[in-house]
T-cell receptor, first 111, second 111 residues
Framework: QQQVKQSPQSLIVQKGGISIINCAYE??????FPWYQQFPGKGPALLIA?????SEKKEGRFTISFNKSAKQFSLHIMDSQPGDSATYFC??????????FGKGTRLSVIA | DTAVSQTPKYLVTQMGNDKSIKCEQN?????MYWYKQDSKKFLKIMFS???????INETVPNRFSPKSPDKAHLNLHINSLELGDSAVYFC??????????FGPGTRLTVL
């Protein structure tokens, strides 16, 4: 049973465009929703995270939108740049339990 | 200074061998994890340790055994290696319930 479903699997965006990645979760007890960015040959690194008490969080060009009733959250990357090309993972956890990851989205930003 | 380090970075070995991967964190975190990332980039939790005590042991073969000599170290021993064990293994650490910091990964290839 996959607890966090992520889409799309891959995404190609023009430089300057908006990249949108979506995730849906099943466990209503989840209370922490991070997004991780992974470059080839590197470990995942935290990009931005949200708790369910807010509907949106913005950090620079990166925004998480969170819809508790729909059990969905998404990552928006504004003004996408070639340097944003990476694999992005959504995740969720409850309390101090390990993260449950989505299957990842490979983003390519082309000039 | 490297926050979470792993050795070796690459490990190539024959089927049936026994190998170990070492992990160290200098962040003072209470919790450490081992994740497996398969060829499709899917990240899956294997083990979680909190203050040297195993708190999660997902359904991994008992050929895999984590060892934590102290709070800063979590090593992974793998016995009787199989072809299907080929993957990238990531160590991570976190303060309880918060952001996880990942190591650079160990690419294991079983021939």
């Amino acid at each position: 049973q996959q607890q966090v479903k992520q889409s799309p699997q891959s995404l190609i965006v023009q430089k300057g465009g908006i990249s949108i990645i979506n995730c849906a979760y099943e466990n209503t007890a989840f209370d922490y929703f991070p997004w991780y960015q992974q470059f080839p040959g590197k470990g995942p690194a935290l990009l931005i995270a949200i708790r369910p008490d807010v509907s949106e969080k913005k950090e620079g060009r990166f925004t998480i939108s969170f819809n508790k009733s729909a059990k969905q959250f998404s990552l928006h990357i504004m003004d996408s740049q070639p340097g944003d090309s990476a694999t992005y993972f959504c995740a969720a956890s409850k309390g101090n339990t390990p993260l449950v990851f989505g299957k990842g989205t490979r983003l390519s930003v082309i000039a | 200074d490297t926050a979470v380090s792993q050795t070796p970075k690459y490990l190539v070995t024959q089927m049936g061998n026994d190998k170990s991967i070492k992990c160290e964190q200098n962040l003072g975190h209470d919790t450490m994890y081992w994740y497996k990332q398969d060829s499709k980039k899917f990240l899956k939790i294997m083990f979680s340790y909190n203050n040297k005590e195993l708190i999660i042991n997902e359904t991994v073969p008992n050929r895999f055994s984590p060892k934590s000599p102290d709070k800063a170290h979590l090593n992974l021993h793998i016995n009787s290696l199989e072809l299907g064990d080929s993957a990238v293994y990531f160590c991570a650490s976190s303060p309880l319930g918060l952001e996880q910091f990942f190591g650079p990964g160990t690419r294991l290839t079983v021939l």
